[in-house]
């Protein structure tokens, strides 16, 4: 396939099962006023009909949009994401789904983030994305390469687009945080905790060591259904939305968003208590996962390696456990535990050779 003349940007992308993210870099090196974007990994069938109808009887699609809603229309489809999730229907993030790691979800996810990112009308992406452990082989890394890799003619919030992505390398998740923070030589490894995925990554320098890639499915999500739980209790129904505003306020010492009851409010302490006991109840499993995974005799487990990186939004509510279970060891939590492996992803896409863009 020939290569086109459109301005370029290499990107590094993540389907996370909560959130997806983009980050991008411009070839022609230009800045950018913002170069990272994520979005809930959520996709929902739009109907822009029924929106108009709610606006002013003359009102056009870009007159009633409001920062963070989005509309992408592709293939005789209309999806809503961000914001405007509520207003459409049949909402799917696609949980339980390997195919959503290459499907038209990634796929939509994908495109509106590149949305909103990049201003002009047409563009490249040159592409570096990941798979879980768990779903990490050689036919699922060509599926999804060979998936994402099109010439895509959408319309994004009521401007045509065209999008030519080229996905170059499929990596682990967590791959990322080691080709952003790790070495060329020594002895490292990774944990990354996201909402329902929980990945180990081991390397010797950049070169991962596959008996030591384990993936199990834990993670803030037993959190989110806890809060949910507790909500019950009290005959109030808490959107997956609502908890994590709650967890996120729980993670930076932020005053709880009410949780409104028929004669009151719950109690903020009440809340932390429910997530205290539920990270708790993750001790057990994740100790016995990361002791298991990275035992050696005669010594502490992970003390094969020099520095272990602990990344992923679950690093915020985790730390502790890891920690205490990996004691003797060297571990980095990274700072924007959430955003690492997609600006790993994306200076993979920028170190990549040229040969790696060219699709067969
Ligand atoms: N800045 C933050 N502060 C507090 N919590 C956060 C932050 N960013 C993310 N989280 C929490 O961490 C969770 C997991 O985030 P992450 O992006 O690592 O998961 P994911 O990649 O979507 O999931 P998976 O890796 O399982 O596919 C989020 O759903 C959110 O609740
Ligand atoms: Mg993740």
């Given at each position: 396939?020939?290569?086109?003349?459109?301005?370029?940007?290499?990107?590094?992308?993540?389907?996370?099962?909560?959130?997806?993210?983009?980050?991008?870099?411009?070839?022609?090196?230009?800045?950018?006023?913002?170069?990272?974007?994520?979005?809930?990994?959520?996709?929902?069938?739009?109907?822009?009909?029924?929106?108009?109808?709610?606006?002013?009887?003359?009102?056009?699609?870009?007159?009633?949009?409001?920062?963070?809603?989005?509309?992408?229309?592709?293939?005789?489809?209309?999806?809503?994401?961000?914001?405007?999730?509520?207003?459409?229907?049949?909402?799917?993030?696609?949980?339980?789904?390997?195919?959503?790691?290459?499907?038209?979800?990634?796929?939509?996810?994908?495109?509106?983030?590149?949305?909103?990112?990049?201003?002009?009308?047409?563009?490249e992406l040159r592409l570096v994305t990941a798979l879980p452990v768990s779903l990490y082989n050689r036919e699922r890394r060509q599926l999804v390469r060979h998936a994402l890799s099109q010439t895509y003619h959408v319309t994004f919030n009521g401007r045509e687009r065209e999008v030519i992505v080229r996905c170059g390398y499929v990596a682990m998740e967590g791959q990322g945080i080691l080709i952003h923070y790790g070495d060329e030589t020594s002895e490292q490894a990774v944990i990354d905790i996201g909402e329902r995925t929980t990945d180990l990554i081991a390397a010797s320098g950049q070169r991962l060591i596959g008996r030591l890639c384990k993936g199990d499915q834990f993670g803030v999500g037993q959190l989110v259904e806890d809060l949910q739980q507790m909500g019950l209790e009290h005959r109030r129904k808490i959107t997956t939305e609502k908890a994590h505003a709650l967890l996120q306020a729980y993670a930076h010492q932020q005053p709880y968003p009410p949780i409104k009851t028929a004669n009151g409010h719950l109690a903020a302490e009440h809340i932390t208590t429910t997530i205290e006991q539920s990270i708790q109840r993750l001790a057990r499993p994740l100790s016995s996962f990361l002791a298991g995974a990275w035992n050696v005799e005669e010594a502490p487990p992970g003390s094969q390696f020099d520095t272990i990186y602990l990344g992923g939004g679950g690093a915020y509510y985790f730390e502790k456990i890891v920690r205490a279970t990996l004691q003797d060891c060297h571990i980095i939590t990274i700072p924007e535990p959430q955003d690492a492996n997609i600006c790993g992803y994306a200076d993979l896409a920028q170190a990549l050779d040229e040969d790696r863009w060219e699709m067969h």
């Open positions: 396939m020939q290569s086109s003349s459109y301005p370029r940007y290499y990107a590094g992308f993540e389907v996370g099962s909560g959130i997806s993210g983009l980050k991008v870099i411009p070839v022609d090196g230009l800045p950018m006023g913002q170069d990272l974007v994520t979005l809930p990994s959520f996709l929902a069938d739009g109907d822009i009909s029924l929106l108009l109808k709610s606006g002013d009887t003359d009102a056009t699609l870009s007159s009633i949009l409001q920062p963070g809603d989005y509309v992408l229309s592709w293939q005789d489809r209309t999806y809503f994401l961000g914001n405007l999730l509520a207003h459409g229907t049949y909402r799917d993030n696609a949980f339980n789904d390997e195919r959503r790691y290459w499907s038209d979800h990634a796929q939509m996810l994908l495109l509106c983030l590149a949305c909103i990112l990049i201003p002009e009308r047409c563009f």
